[in-house]
């Protein structure tokens, strides 16, 4: 049995032999069957990794990869070995992460003070008489 990384989704990935987060090297069977792998590998999936070895043992945890870039070969029989070289987030992407993270709820609690103001100024006019 071969080594696997589990994602975060879940998703299994068989690999081959001797592999390292620097060099994840994956079978395919052609190169539609690549690009599905290829597209299982996100920021939300490689956020929480799991290598386990061929007997189901778990040799890594990772948290936080980044796929730094793939590497494909075609054999003449149509298959593809992709050697995916991931590594984990530098302190400056994780602070520009959180950074996003604190603008995001900014905006959200921004729009929600908006809506009170807005709120709160019709049941104003409501309570003086007026047709707010």
Same mark, same amino acid.
């Given at each position: 049995m071969k080594d696997t990384m589990i994602l975060a989704d879940l998703s299994e990935i068989e690999l081959e032999a001797g592999a390292s987060l620097s060099d994840i090297r994956v079978a395919a069977t052609d190169?539609?069957?690549?690009?599905?792998?290829?597209?299982?590998?996100?920021?939300?999936n490689l956020a929480v990794v799991k290598i386990k070895n061929g007997d189901g043992v778990v040799r890594g945890n990772y948290e936080n990869l980044?796929?730094?870039? #793939?590497?494909?070969?075609?054999?003449?029989?149509?298959?593809?070995?992709?050697?995916?070289?991931?590594?984990?987030?530098?302190?400056?992407?994780?602070?520009a992460e959180r950074m996003?993270?604190?603008?995001?709820?900014?905006d959200v609690q921004d729009g929600a003070i908006n809506d009170i103001a807005t709120l709160?100024? #019709?049941?104003?006019?409501?309570? #003086?008489?007026?047709t707010a």
């Open positions: 190169r539609a069957a690549m690009l599905i792998t290829w597209s299982k590998l996100t920021r939300e980044v796929l730094e870039n #793939e590497t494909s070969k075609v054999a003449s029989d149509g298959s593809v070995m992709t050697s995916y070289h991931l590594r984990p987030k530098t302190d400056l992407e994780r602070l996003d993270a604190v603008e995001t709820g900014q709160t100024g #019709e049941i104003a006019g409501r309570l #003086e008489g007026g």
